[in-house]
Each structure stands twice: as structure tokens, then as C-alpha cells.
């Protein structure tokens, strides 16, 4: 199997087999700063789009997962899904809007990857891309921020 897209977004749509991706890419995200024993909660929007032959891979397995500055991880979602062959066609690919629940205890950059297996470590990701998260927006998100609200 192939990733060929794996971006953090501000939202995308998906018609028939093309996609529209808006605010990629995504380069940094602010929020407040954390009070004593206040935790972020927060939902990244990311596109996933996977390719391979057909003839292979029919009941695929990935895993999405953000680790924290310090390794720590974040948030995880599993994505399984039964892949028929296209007839009449040498691939098939597969477009995912995937919106990846986590937690932000503290600022510093994110590792989001797209792992084999659930407890996968940061080098481990079969791709990936980081984001720093700065806290350091006063009250709420400025208007157009990622994750929209």
C-alpha cells in the first residue's frame, strides 16, 4: 500500500473520486495557555489517501496517531475498512477525511503519523508531518485558526 496524502487540513470534501482540501497546509496551531491541571481538548481534520494494486490488500489496517513533544501518546484512531478490487483498473486508491480526536497537555511540536501497528513509535510512521502548538492565544481561537471551532 502506498500513502499518497497524509496533511492536516481545516476541512475537506470529498465528491465522487476527487478531493477539496481547504487550508493545507496547516503550519501551527494557537490556543490559550493551559491553567494548573487544564488539559486541550481538540480534533485535528486530516486527508489520508492510499493507493495500491489491485489484486492486494483487501481488509487493510492503519493507525493514526499524535504524539506529544515528549513521545507521549495523544490520541489514536484505527482505520479498517474492506477493499474491493476496480475492475478494468491496474490500482484502486482510497480518499479518507479522517477528523483524529486528542488531548494537549503542553505546548511543543506534534508528531501526527500513519502507523502499522497501535503502539508504533514516532520513527516508526509510514509517513507523517509535525505541527507546533504555541500556548499562547489569549482567551479564545483567532478567527480562520486550526482546529476551527
Request: glycine share 10%; charged share 15%; proline share 12%.
Given at each position: 500500500?502506498h500513502?499518497?496524502?497524509?496533511v492536516?487540513?481545516?476541512?475537506?470534501?470529498l465528491?465522487?473520486?476527487?478531493?477539496?482540501?481547504?487550508?493545507?497546509?496547516?503550519?501551527?496551531?494557537?490556543?490559550?495557555?493551559l491553567?494548573?491541571?487544564?488539559?486541550?481538548?481538540s480534533?485535528?481534520?486530516?486527508?489520508?489517501?492510499?493507493s495500491?494494486?489491485?489484486?492486494?490488500?483487501?481488509?487493510?489496517?492503519?493507525f493514526?496517531?499524535v504524539?506529544?513533544?515528549?513521545?507521549?501518546?495523544?490520541?489514536?484512531?484505527?482505520?479498517?475498512?474492506m477493499?474491493?478490487?476496480?475492475?478494468?483498473?491496474?490500482?484502486?486508491?482510497?480518499?479518507?477525511?479522517?477528523?483524529?480526536?486528542f488531548?494537549?497537555?503542553?505546548?511543543?511540536?506534534?508528531?501526527?503519523?500513519?502507523?502499522a501497528?497501535?503502539?508504533?513509535?514516532?520513527?516508526?510512521?509510514?509517513?507523517?508531518?509535525?505541527?507546533?502548538?504555541?500556548?499562547?492565544?489569549?482567551?479564545?481561537?483567532?478567527?480562520?485558526?486550526?482546529?476551527?471551532?
Open positions: 500500500m500513502i499518497n496524502a497524509f492536516p487540513t481545516r476541512g475537506v470534501v465528491e465522487n473520486d476527487a478531493v477539496n482540501a481547504v487550508g493545507v497546509p496547516q503550519v501551527e496551531i494557537h490556543l490559550p495557555p491553567q494548573d491541571k487544564q488539559v486541550h481538548q480534533t485535528a481534520p486530516i486527508l489520508l489517501c492510499v495500491t494494486e489491485n489484486g492486494t490488500e483487501h481488509d487493510p489496517q492503519l493514526v496517531i504524539h506529544d513533544a515528549g513521545g507521549q501518546k495523544r490520541g489514536r484512531l484505527e482505520q479498517i475498512w477493499w474491493d478490487d476496480v475492475p478494468d483498473r491496474p490500482l484502486k486508491w482510497r480518499v479518507f477525511n479522517l477528523m483524529l480526536p488531548l494537549i497537555y503542553g505546548g511543543g511540536t506534534y508528531t501526527f503519523g500513519v502507523y501497528g497501535p503502539d508504533d513509535q514516532p520513527d516508526q510512521a509510514l509517513a507523517s508531518f509535525l505541527i507546533p502548538i504555541i500556548l499562547d492565544a489569549p482567551g479564545q481561537l483567532p478567527q480562520g485558526q486550526w482546529p476551527p471551532q
